[in-house]
């Protein structure tokens, strides 16, 4: 039995909040990424994370394979900020308005800077991502999911999930070059 | 010569191109400058995201979470004593009284008298007028709480 599995029959035989929490401390920063890739927002995510969490006590019960229990907390996450991001119409970010003042004109190449920079730029140009491109690449690498992982959160075939994977990498990748003078690629 | 596009080259990263392709790609990174330039450049940015951290909510955000789900815990067991239940509960009531006069005449071989007393018209009578204003009550203060405060209801979203 695994971690999971234990701590989720504790927590249905005790059906008790206080035992839910370990599972919560586990989870939370993997849900609350999702969250907030999606709605951009801080507090919004916050909210909606703690909803995700709520409801996930209350459909625990009828989790038939606790193993899978990371995906289905996950497609919860999913499903309520899409759902809320619907409802606020959050406007997309389009990679042409990206405002180049987040990452300003560097002078040293992406190649030889510290890695402590290069994950901080990488964090601002995810962010700066289609919602959904944002969310594939922060399941895929943040959160180590594999393409079948994500097509079960998401509800997309594991072929749109290839496809929008490679697109969001060519995306970071296009937005590295905008972000780095000397990277100026031709190949492009 | 002709560069490979980016693509391919992501491809040929992530293990993603057939036996042809790979031999291809690998021989054209051997001679070509500029696209084992850009390979280099798409693995550090590969190997990068595996390393970037995910967002972390704020502090005390699994106590918040424990706190609400044993907060609706708590509201639906109050809601169990709310004025919806109690007509059912003072009609469960009654009959629970007259069953137990019943089995308890029975057992003890004691006259029914008593339970036909509480059993008459007038009794039952006034046990439905005091469910239905009860129920009355209950409506109404859901209307106005719905028409005139319409912030109760929004709470939850």
């Known amino acids: 039995m695994t971690d999971d599995q234990l701590l989720i029959k504790n927590i249905i035989d005790s059906n008790s909040p206080r035992a839910y929490r370990a599972l919560v401390e586990k989870y939370e920063r993997s849900v609350f990424t999702v969250c907030i890739k999606i709605l951009r927002n801080r507090e919004e995510a916050e909210e909606v994370a703690q909803d995700v969490f709520i409801k996930g006590f209350k459909l625990l019960k009828t989790l038939k394979d606790h193993t899978k229990f990371p995906n289905w907390i996950l497609k919860i996450a999913y499903t309520k900020a899409i759902d809320r991001k619907r409802l606020k119409q959050i406007k997309k970010t389009d990679i042409s308005q990206v405002n180049e003042a987040v990452y300003q004109q560097l002078e040293t190449p992406f190649v030889l800077t510290s890695l402590e920079n290069r994950k901080e730029l990488l964090t601002k140009i995810i962010n700066k991502l289609d919602t959904q491109e944002a969310t594939i690449i922060s399941l895929y690498y943040l959160q180590d999911r594999s393409v079948k992982d994500i097509s079960e959160i998401t509800g997309m075939t594991i072929s749109n999930v290839k496809v929008k994977l490679y697109r969001a990498r060519n995306s970071l990748r296009l937005m590295i070059s905008r972000a780095f003078k000397h990277e100026i690629n031709d190949l492009l | ?157």
């Open chain 2, 1 to 157: 010569m002709k560069h490979i596009d980016s693509n391919t080259l992501w491809h040929y990263l992530v293990g993603d191109t057939s036996p042809d392709q790979t031999l291809l790609v690998k021989k054209h990174l051997a001679n070509c400058k500029d696209c084992m330039r850009e390979f280099e450049l798409l693995s550090q940015i590969e190997s990068t995201l595996y390393k970037v951290d995910e967002d972390t909510p704020s502090f005390g955000f699994s106590e918040a979470v424990t706190l609400k789900v044993e907060n609706e815990m708590t509201s639906k067991r109050k809601h169990i004593f709310s004025a919806k239940f109690l007509p059912y509960m003072i009609l469960c009531g009654f009959v629970l009284a007259i069953l137990s006069t019943i089995i308890a005449s029975i057992g003890l071989d004691i006259d029914l008298s008593y339970a036909e007393s509480v059993l008459n018209t007038e009794t039952a009578l006034l046990i439905l007028i005091i469910c239905s204003l009860l129920w009355g009550f209950y409506f109404i203060d859901k209307i106005c709480k719905k028409f005139f405060n319409p912030m109760h209801y929004d709470q939850s979203y």
